[in-house]
């Protein structure tokens, strides 16, 4: 399709596109080329403002959206081409060559010249040429540089050229993509202060009818021709942890331009008339289809996308034992359930209830079994898991003279096993010991616990390979595993404290072990899985209904129940993991 011609100068419509246009970005708080759909990077000072047509690129001096070489946008490599774009000039820079547009370095570039602030064509770094007019600090300007052949023409506003060359050498190949608002080099001196919007490039020449057009055309600027709006850019489904952030966005073409409005569930949402929907903090009652209509004219189209609240996922193979702390001490899969002592209680957790220990007295007592010592053997190897909530740092034993405080143990003296445990600094640590409490053993000690907010610790051990220690779904610490044959000691394994003492003050809740190493990826799965860590005591829960005939737990979506219950095996697996950090540490007295 041509583009539109003859446009009289009473009217303004928008302007069907053709099968030349190469390049389009409408800026529409996207950096998409919606031609072929491909991003580019906006790089720095970038941001978005509204422009002639929607939005609209901003540039601070200090940024640039960077295109990706494509055959079809080099115009390094062709002498007929048309680049146009809508801009506005708060003042004069104080940039050499402030840029509109750039193939490579200024092999082919559209700039304005601080002072006089005409628009300016370079040709392989040089040939300039100067536009006859200014363009005015304040005022949306439509510029247009044409190449045909030889001669290079400049428009500004449409009507007649405002500059003309003749005898333009042909351009040198370039590979290196183009840019808006910069150059592809980093070049403070190219860089623009300003807006652009609706930049276009063109695979031929265009007349002074057409470039006059898209002036006239306005806020309604380039559309896909006639009839219902098609999608240039459509929703797509998005999957997001609980209490995570997730954006849908979508884009149609049409003549009048299309405007839009989201649903959710057939609702329509209040507000909710851009091509873009962000959600944050989402909860289960976020969990539906969102639909978005684009109206153009008397004509509509739509375009569903569901959005997936993931708070439920298997649990990882291999758990032994889990203490949910809603209200007892009974381990879940009904092998190694413990005992409440001397004041240990429960208070609001992160998942239903957790276990409360005053720092003095109270802990939770679990008798030994074999399936507790997982790391047993030559080949042994295990995980011990817990969330942790402490109002201030532990303080020294009065008794022991020890500097830290224990969440997960097992052993006693001449009896060691492995110990999850916090320093007076608020740093984790994760021990496994030899029996006897003396070298060989491993140690993993690394991160830091804020004060007055839930953090997720684990720790893994396998025998000869590794220990390591994992907060809040990354790897914070990483140690040589010891390789001595270890055994169950026949003690204790204990919640809240050490045979010897360092009762723990705060809360600790879904305690667990596990009969292997589990990979980062679940370790990070257990973590996502429950709650962001800063999300509200309210919404730290997920629904489910637990069925303790079986011991089995069924998640459900959480989103038209209030089912009772918590499934904290039921997690999700997402996020990065950090580099290791190389600890070494002194065998645990």
Known sequence: MALLAGLSQASAACVPSGADLAGW???????????????ALA????????GVAGDAFRFEGAGKVRITEAASLDLSRTNRWTITAWVRLPASGTSASPTIFSEGNRVVALTHQPGTDKVVSWINGANPLESTVSLPAGTWC?????????TRTLYVNGGSPVGTATGTPATTPDSTGSAIGGVTT????AAFVGDIDELTLHRRVLSEEEIEAL???GSDGLCFGDGAPAWVIEPQPQTAPLFGDATFTGLAMGSPRPTYQWFFNDAPLAGQTGFTLALTGVTAANDGIYTLVATSGAQSTSAEAKLTVQHCVTTPPGLVAWWPADGSALDFTGNHSGGLWFGAGFAGGLAGQAFHFDGNSGYVAVPDSPALSPHAGTSGEMTVEAWVWISQ???RDPTTGWDYRDILTKGQPGAWEYLLRIGTAGVPEFHGVSPSGTPPYASAVGGRLLLNRWHHLVGTLKKGQFVRLYQDGELVADGTGFDIPTANTASPLYIGRRAEGGFLRGLVDEPAIYGRALSGEEITSLYVGVARVNATAADRRRYSSRNPATRKVTCSTASRSK????APRARRISGTMKAPQ???RRTPR
Request: hydrophobic share 45%; aromatic share 14%; glycine share 4%.
């Open 25 to 39: 970005w409408p800026a529409d708080h996207h950096a998409f080329n919606v031609v072929n759909q491909r991003a």
């Open 43 to 50: 790089q720095g000072a970038v941001t978005y403002v509204p």
């Open 142 to 150: 439509h510029v247009a540089l044409v190449l045909d052949r030889t």
């Open 186 to 189: 980093d070049e403070a001196a």
């Open 215 to 217: 002036f006239r055309a």
């Open 393 to 395: 740092y532990p303080q």
């Open 563 to 566: 089912a009772s219950g918590w």
């Open 582 to 584: 190389w600890r070494a």
